[in-house]
């Protein structure tokens, strides 16, 4: 059995080598590069660069260049007119001319591929100003008419002009470029027009002439040429079904900007000047009512769009309907005229009665279907029955059970119960409602798309004709800006998120309030037990010389008990007053999923708690930091009203709300330049004149004013600043309380606002401070003044000269376009909103980091110039952002170790960010992302 083994083991290392050895070789061969000569001529759109030094570009150039990818040929250009390069094909001087369109005589005399590369359509076509004179096609009679000599259009338009029974004067040019030359210069006047080949919207057309199939052509005889480039457009359709097509879109949708309509049709519209059209209710993005009532979407727009470049007056009226079959009847029943979106299939346009348009566009639909099925085994299919799905199931799928759903949802629940086989729908919608489900789904495109169009009765044929020339003038490109335009939607965004990720949100939501919860009671528990201790160690050691003083300890003991208690009852009852909020809106967006509104305001009311509850957490900590002598005044230069004319913009919006009249008067200064905190004079502020939007009752009075006394100290200022109110005011017992935490008044008005009674203990401590003094006067039912004054360092003329020049500085906006920028974060989900927050203002996210390790080898392995700033977490794994920044600063290469790195982190105090400095950091930004400060942090680096 042994030697068999080795026998065996022996063989198979021989194989392994001789296939070593027969792979060396094969990669050692060089695929073989064929030149091919290429006709190149102007044709605007489709060939652009007609000369050595141009670059080229052009939809027939593209697809070429795609050929030559998968064929290996290099293209040798040979540059020229139309008619030049056509009789060099002829005689095998050339090998490929593109854009010919293809006829029976000229196949007989060269090769053609057998794909058709677009099809032509031949107008006659004018400036707009020309266009007011032109009738009827009489008109043209004796009028020249420019085009290109040899192309197929002037036989369509000779063999029109004879059935027409016009005679116009044809001009012949060498090129396109010469044809509209002429008509821009008066040489001529019209032009033999291709769609899609206007130069701007400064044309018009008058009359269509005919079509024509456009392909490659080839050199007579050269049918390896001809074999090698139809096997390779059937490659790239075997790659993407919809390459090609998106290289028409780049190039060849923008069709003139107007059309003439022909005097019976303009008639007729004079008689029908109002156009009833029916679609779908709430079928977003191409149908649906806005927040103000008004019919809109993809289709709306687009036919306001046709009519305009048609050139003539209607009103739209949109009718909304549930499906299709209300939509039929409605026509039926003479309540509208037209129905878009409807399927275009001429089968189903017999089957219910109507007559169809011209395809407005294809809508991408989707197939999904469970792991374990196969696509041949799929016999009942699940569709919206209310929309289009139906009919193209039955299209695409004539032998399975069609089986009509009220939603995507339901049809992608019917797969997963087991139900359906298969669900048929717009191909995205799909995606999106698959991703709800653990269980995986296959979900590809169909390469047959849903075809979209109007349809009308049979009585209104001139309304169809009028359609098609309106379907002819919009672009797929404009559809599908229009698409973007109404699908973009903030809200249905946070829904998908929401939605895409409801165990995480709802369990780090838990997370959060759970830590606040330990955070507070541990700091309270250590400082109440601290002091605590501290009191009964000292009672113990006198407790035999003086029993009054034990009872006293106990006393204490019971207070700091008390304090600690009343402290968790108030913080229980203010977090679970957001809690229950969010609990209770988000058990109603589950509910309600498919109701964009009521999903919508209820997301809108979890982030409104959810902003309320990082408020609660902040001035929990901002006291906790006071008690513990952490804060400390940091003062700089500042023009005081200026700042304060930008907090007082702060509530507009909530003054507005409870319509108060906010007066502010903060010209009584005459030194406005001073030295001070900013932040804790903003947080003073914002605290006041909350509190007084608070418990102002609807169309009350606050005002706030700022003036400027004389100070007993040298170089300083007296600044009085006063909020008063018209609210609820306060009784005098309650006021000698103001200052202690969490007192709150115990009325029904205070009971119903939100607050953790935090706010004045704040403010009083934050002016001590300062060095300054506050006085509250109050009334209850009249109202509150709250006067606080502030010795303030003035500063001198030199100092003032210097800040306005600095502060010109920073008024010359610095775009952050282009910034090149490392992100380390040890969160994804972090990364994810600051990389798409940096994006939005024009940085570079080149590059992301897991943990501070991650990001030293980054920049290491790095040239300089790579990234032109670090973002930096401070709290990660295996290395965090203070020792990260370190050893980038160690670095040899000193270009690498003075990149500019920025902390972007939660840890949001003082000592933070000094810790950040003093570890090599050149500035820091707090969590949550405070936009205006992080680009205002990042532009010093541009």
């Not at 209607?314 to 026509?331: D, G």
């Not at 029955?385 to 299209?395: E, R, V, W």
């Not at 972090?830 to 980091?849: M, T």
């Not at 270009?895 to 933070?912: G, H, Q, R």
Request: negative net charge; charged residues 25%.
């Amino acid at each position: 059995m042994k030697k068999v083994l080795a026998i065996f083991l022996s063989i198979l290392m021989m194989f392994s080598l001789l296939s070593t050895f027969a792979f060396a070789a094969g990669t050692d061969k060089k695929a073989e590069v064929k030149t091919i000569r290429l006709g190149y001529f102007s044709f605007q759109s489709y060939l652009d660069g007609a000369s050595e030094d141009e670059p080229k570009s052009g939809y027939a150039y593209e697809v070429l260049c795609e050929v030559a990818a998968i064929n290996n040929w290099k293209y040798e250009f040979v540059y020229g007119d139309f008619n030049e390069l056509y009789k060099m094909l002829l005689n095998d001087e050339i090998d490929i001319l593109p854009c010919l369109v293809y006829t029976e005589e000229r196949a007989e005399t060269h090769l053609f591929s057998d794909e058709e590369i677009y099809a032509e359509q031949y107008y006659i076509s004018t400036l707009k100003e020309n266009a007011k004179d032109f009738d009827d096609i009489s008109d043209l009679n004796g009028k020249r008419i420019s085009s290109v000599d040899g192309t197929y259009q002037n036989i369509v338009f000779l063999e029109w002009c004879e059935a027409n029974n016009v005679h116009p004067i044809l001009v012949l040019t060498p090129s396109f470029d010469d044809s509209w030359r002429q008509l821009d210069d008066g040489e001529v006047d019209f032009i033999l027009n291709i769609d899609n080949a206007a130069q701007d919207s400064g044309y018009t057309s008058l009359v269509s002439i005919g079509a024509g199939s456009s392909r490659f052509a080839i050199a007579p005889g050269r049918d390896d040429i001809r074999q090698s480039l139809n096997d390779a457009i059937n490659t790239i359709y075997d790659i993407n079904p919809f390459a090609l097509n998106h290289i028409k879109e780049k190039y060849l949708n923008d069709s003139l900007s107007s059309y003439k309509l022909p005097d019976d049709e303009r008639e007729w519209l004079e008689q029908h000047n109002v156009i009833r059209i029916a679609g779908f209710e709430n079928d977003v993005p191409y149908t649906y009512t806005d927040k103000k009532g008004n019919p809109t979407g993809v289709y709306p727009d687009a036919v306001e769009s046709m009519f305009e470049k048609l050139d003539v007056d209607v009103t739209i009226e949109w009718k909304f309907y549930k499906s299709l079959q209300e939509m039929h009847q409605a026509l039926f029943d003479g309540e509208v005229d037209l129905v878009c979106p409807d399927y275009w299939g001429q089968y189903f346009a017999q089957e219910n009665d109507v007559v169809l348009s011209e395809r407005l566009q294809s809508v991408n639909m989707g197939l999904l279907y469970g792991e374990k099925t196969k696509e041949n085994g799929i016999k009942r299919i699940a569709t919206p029955a209310s929309k289009l799905g139906i009919y193209f199931s039955k299209d695409t799928y004539p032998n399975a059970e069609i089986i009509g759903c009220n939603s995507v949802d339901e049809c992608v629940r019917m797969v997963a119960s087991g139900k359906a086989d298969a669900a048929i729908a717009h191909v995205t919608a799909l995606q999106e409602a698959s991703q709800k489900y653990l269980r995986p789904f296959n979900v590809k495109t169909l390469v047959s798309s849903c075809p979209i169009c109007f349809s009308a009765n049979h009585e209104s044929g001139m309304l169809i004709r009028i359609m098609n020339r309106g379907i002819l003038l919009i672009s797929d490109t404009e559809l599908q800006e229009l698409e973007t335009k109404h699908a973009t939607n903030k809200d249905y965004e946070l829904l998908n998120f929401i939605r895409e990720n409801i165990l995480f949100v709802f369990v780090m939501l838990l997370f959060v309030v759970l830590i606040i919860i330990y955070a507070i009671q541990r700091s309270m528990t250590s400082r109440k037990l601290g002091k605590n201790l501290n009191e009964i160690t000292r009672q113990k050691e006198i407790i035999e010389a003086d029993e009054v003083e034990l009872r006293i300890a106990r006393d204490a003991a019971n207070m700091a008990s008390r304090a600690k208690s009343t402290f968790l009852f108030n913080m229980s009852h203010d977090i679970r007053t957001p809690m229950n909020a969010i609990m209770g809106y988000s058990d109603r967006l589950l509910r309600h999923m498919e109701d964009k509104e009521i999903v919508a305001d209820s997301a809108r009311k979890i982030k409104s708690s959810g902003d309320y509850l990082l408020s609660l957490i902040n001035d929990v900590l901002d006291m906790a930091r006071i008690e513990s002598d952490k804060v400390k005044v940091e003062v700089d230069i500042y023009d005081i009203k200026a700042r304060g004319d930008k907090l007082c913009d702060i509530f507009e919006v909530d003054m507005q709300k409870k319509d108060l009249t906010f007066n502010v008067d903060l010209g009584n200064v005459t030194n406005r330049i001073v030295w001070y905190d900013s932040l804790k004079l903003r947080q003073i502020m914002l605290n006041l004149i909350s509190n007084s939007i608070k418990y102002t009752p609807v169309g009350g009075t606050i005002t706030h004013t700022m003036e400027q006394l004389e100070s007993d100290k040298p170089g300083y200022g007296k600044y009085r600043i006063v909020v008063a109110d018209t609210g609820i005011g306060m009784t005098p017992e309650f006021l000698e309380h103001i200052f202690d935490q969490f007192s709150r008044s115990d009325d029904s008005i205070t009971k119903e606002t939100q607050g953790t009674g935090l706010g004045m203990s704040i403010v009083g401590k934050l002016v001590d401070l300062m060095g300054g003094t506050i006085d509250i006067q109050s009334e209850v039912g009249k109202g509150t003044t709250i006067t606080v004054d502030l010795d303030l360092k003035l500063a001198t003329e030199e100092e003032i000269a210097e800040f306005n020049s600095k502060n010109e500085a920073e008024l010359n906006e610095v775009s952050l376009e282009g910034l090149k920028i490392l992100l380390v974060d040890d969160n994804e989900l972090n990364r994810e909103i600051a990389q798409d927050v940096l994006e939005e203002e024009g940085c570079k996210v080149v590059a992301v980091a897991e943990n501070g390790q991650i990001a030293v080898d980054k920049v290491a392995a790095s040239l300089p110039g790579d990234f032109d700033v670090i973002l930096m977490d401070i709290q990660m794994p295996v290395m965090d952002g203070y020792e990260a920044t370190r050893q980038i600063r160690a670095l040899e290469d000193k270009a690498l170790a003075s990149v500019p790195i920025v902390a972007m982190t939660a840890n949001a105090f003082d000592e933070d960010r000094q810790n950040a400095l003093d570890a090599g950091m050149n500035d820091h930004v707090a969590k949550p992302i405070d936009i205006p400060k992080l680009r205002q942090a990042l532009s010093s680096f541009m």
